[in-house]
């Protein structure tokens, strides 16, 4: 009774820390977001530190995505993209309700001849392209609830591009960091610099009956984070320099134009606009399982970090069509939205993406892929000691 007392004086003490300053909540703002969602009839579980400032709202019709976040509490910036007319316009898409949300749970491959994206033998262009309603449209169901933690659990029948018919139990906890435990991961956070972090350990279970393999197709944990571009936004991704191949895989649509990627010291740096779409990734030998975002004009710096890939360990290969590999694929993306082949946009926005390897399960068996997710928020000189810090050197933005 003490505990649960106790649970409910720090839910209202993070209110009234966290909450807005006039009764109207201003857009861009994190209360705004959350108003939002809740008149949309749109549940929201939320997690937030013993001060009430950094703040996280899960989703559980959304397959326990995280919606947003804020380092500043109620008044403080949404962190995540979300798609507000989308939202509001309450229709369900057939191919895919773009709700938005900074982190979300789909499995791997999108393309190929494992991927769940397309029917099989159809041929892969966006219009076939449809995201299973698993990860698209059904719930998970809250396992277990805390001030800092939630859990969520789903399930799902998936026939892939092969025609082979999978059960998979899905299991997802969301765990908000206290600033010493996000310091015990990156480092120091310097004295005015604002921050909210968390991390999300993802499980898939082979709920069948037969082993799950080259022949018949593995499925990956696939998180994706959807933010909010700009013209003064880098996404910088650290690469192996010893690792075999090519640095950065950037045709996933095409070439990539001039002037949108470089690399230099050790670093991919990719321009996110929200005005072309094109999409990169690192291979296992290139990822040091970590992505950072950056904007020095709004002074934020958004870093990603994930599992480093064990050597040997293999990752499908999401490629629209044929493919030469299927298990050759990408530890880690990004992705900058702009004009699809009929002209439409989804967002903007851009994504920052991590996955976990191929899942070799046997019926019954576990595979879990762990993520990240860090915002902080202060002055550009800050703000770039916390890269060095933790990436082990700063690229020229």
């Not at 397309?118 to 998970?140: I, L, M, R």
């Not at 909210?196 to 984070?225: H, K, Q």
């Not at 094109?278 to 950072?292: H, M």
Request: proline share 5%; hydrophobic share 35%.
């Amino acid at each position: 009774m003490m505990h649960r007392r106790k649970y409910l004086l720090q839910v209202l003490f993070a209110a009234v820390l966290g909450g807005c300053s006039s009764n109207t909540p201003v857009m861009g703002t994190y209360a705004y977001d959350i108003a939002f969602l809740n008149g949309k009839g749109i549940e929201t579980i939320e997690l937030f530190s013993r001060d009430g400032l950094s703040r996280i709202a899960t989703v559980p019709a959304w397959q326990g995505r995280v919606a947003t976040s804020s380092s500043k509490g109620g008044d403080g910036e949404s962190y995540g993209w979300l798609n507000h007319a989308f939202i509001a316009a309450g229709e369900k898409s057939l191919q895919f309700n773009n709700y938005g949300g900074e982190e979300r749970f789909w499995l791997g491959p999108e393309g190929g001849a494992g991927s769940w994206f397309f029917a099989p033998g159809a041929e892969q262009v966006f219009s076939n392209w449809v995201v299973p309603s698993p990860f698209d449209t059904d719930s998970f169901r809250v396992t277990e609830r805390t001030q800092t933690s939630v859990s969520y659990l789903g399930n799902a029948r998936l026939r892939n591009a092969k025609d082979k018919l999978f059960s998979i139990r899905m299991q997802r906890t969301v765990t908000l960091l206290e600033k010493d435990a996000l310091e015990s991961l990156i480092g120091p956070v310097p004295d005015g610099v604002s921050q909210v972090a968390y991390s999300s350990r993802n499980a898939i279970t082979n709920d069948g009956n037969f082993a799950w393999d080259e022949e018949s197709g593995m499925p990956s944990v696939w998180m994706l984070g959807m933010f909010s571009p700009s013209e003064t936004t880098t996404v910088f991704i650290p690469y192996n320099r010893e690792g075999d191949g090519a640095v950065v895989k950037d045709d996933y649509f095409g070439p990539m134009p001039a002037g949108r990627l470089r690399t230099e010291k050790g670093f991919v740096l990719f321009t996110i606009d929200g005005k072309y779409r094109s999409k990169i990734g690192l291979s296992a030998q290139r990822s040091l399982g970590l992505i950072g975002a950056f904007d020095p004009v709004k002074g934020l710096l958004t870093i990603l970090k994930t599992n480093l890939p064990a050597p040997g360990e293999r990752y499908v290969n999401s490629q629209w069509g044929t493919q030469e590999d299927a298990f050759g694929g990408d530890a880690l993306n990004a992705y900058n939205d702009g004009p699809t082949e009929d002209g439409t946009i989804m967002g903007p926005f851009f994504e920052m993406e991590s996955s976990s390897p191929a899942a070799a399960l046997a019926p019954g068996q576990t595979l879990t892929h762990t993520q990240t997710t860090i915002h902080l928020a202060g002055s550009n000189d800050l703000l770039k000691k916390v890269i060095v810090q933790v990436f082990g050197d700063c690229p020229d933005f």
